[in-house]
């Protein structure tokens, strides 16, 4: 993966402004906080952050990817919310793009987060 930084602009924490990378694309659709029978087990932000992450690196595993192979990240939230812990403990430090969308809702009544990815394996 190569980091697109143009000259002068600061370095982003957490995130890259843009990557540039050659392989096997993997994408995810938007996860949500619910587990692999569709029931939610916390209506707490960052219990469904940390279901909707799992649930990313499960997909993520049957496409043959990893979580460091991941290049984008779209969150969509009705509210920004504190998701350091759990992305750092099940996604890792990557210099992938990200994108926080705040929307009014989501589709899943409660469903307090919806996150999709595209990853791409290395040739």
Partial sequence: MKILLPPGWP???GYSNG?????SM????GMIGW???GKFH???????????????VAVLKEGGAQPEHIVRMTWYV???PEIGVAFRELIGSFNAVMTAVEVAALIE???KVEIEVTAVIPE
Avoid: C, E, H
């Avoid at 990557?19 to 392989?23: E, Y």
């Avoid at 993997?26 to 659709?29: D, L, N, R, S």
């Avoid at 916390?42 to 990313?56: H, Y």
């Fill in 11 to 13: 370095r982003p924490r």
């Fill in 19 to 23: 990557v540039a990378v050659k392989g």
């Fill in 26 to 29: 993997v994408f995810v659709a």
């Fill in 35 to 37: 587990d692999a029978q």
């Fill in 42 to 56: 916390t209506s707490d932000m960052a219990g469904q952050v940390r279901q909707a992450l799992q649930n990313i």
């Fill in 78 to 80: 009705p509210a920004y």
């Fill in 109 to 111: 009544d409660q469903a």
